[in-house]
Each structure stands twice: as C-alpha cells, then as structure tokens.
C-alpha cells in the first residue's frame, strides 16, 4: 500500500502562485508515476500533469502548459506542482495519485487539496 498526503491548497488571487506537495509513505519503492488530477466545480476529475518517478519524464495538460510545473524529490518520496499564472478556471480540488505500473489506471489517491483563485 501507498498512502499519499497533500498539502499546499488555500486561496490566492488571479495570476499569483501556489505550490503544492504531495507526500508519499509506505511501499514507495513500487511506485512508477505519480501525477497531479483536479475536479473543478461542476464538472469530472480531470488529468493535470504526471512525472514518472525514476526518470523525470512529465506530461502536461494543454490547460497548464507553460503555468505549471511538476517535479519529485525521491530522497524525500515528495511530488511537487508549482503553479504560476493562476486563473479563476483553476479553482478546484486537487489531488495526487500513484501507480505502481507504466501505464493504466492509477491506483493510489490522495485525500484532495483545495484550490480557489479569485479573480
């Protein structure tokens, strides 16, 4: 099992910044990638970014390219999402998940940290 624990979220005014972190404990070492998801208000959970956690590649989605930049830091078994440029669109909760294989489904969630810009 992976337990995975958010932090970060809170509220920030149109075009600041926060960063988020997602902390990883348990059987780590089976973990392959890890990525960010939000729910907006209203609509379905959606893909925001994932790294894969040996070799650092990323995949964005075109929503957040070139605002938001997601990293690791596996000494600290931490994930990372640092958003610059926030719009109002971006309120939502977000939330960090794992998979323990390259592709499919992932298979471990975090809690959920909320988001909110005011515009």
């Known amino acids: 099992q992976v337990q995975l624990v958010e932090s970060g979220g809170g509220l920030v005014q149109a075009g600041g910044s926060l960063r988020l972190s997602c902390a990883a404990s348990g059987r780590t070492f089976s973990i392959v990638y890890m990525g960010w998801f939000r729910q907006r208000p209203g609509k379905e959970r959606e893909f925001v970014t994932s790294?894969?956690?040996?070799?650092?590649?990323?995949y964005y989605a075109d929503s957040v390219k070139g605002r938001f930049t997601i990293s690791r830091d596996n000494a600290k078994n931490t994930m990372y999402l640092q958003m610059n440029s926030l719009k109002a669109e971006d309120t939502a909760v977000y939330y960090c998940?794992?998979?323990?294989?390259?592709?499919?489904?992932?298979?471990?969630w975090g809690q959920g940290t909320q988001v909110t810009v005011s515009s």
């Open positions: 998940a794992a998979r323990v294989s390259p592709m499919g489904r992932y298979d471990y």
């Open positions: 790294i894969n956690w040996s070799g650092g590649n990323t």
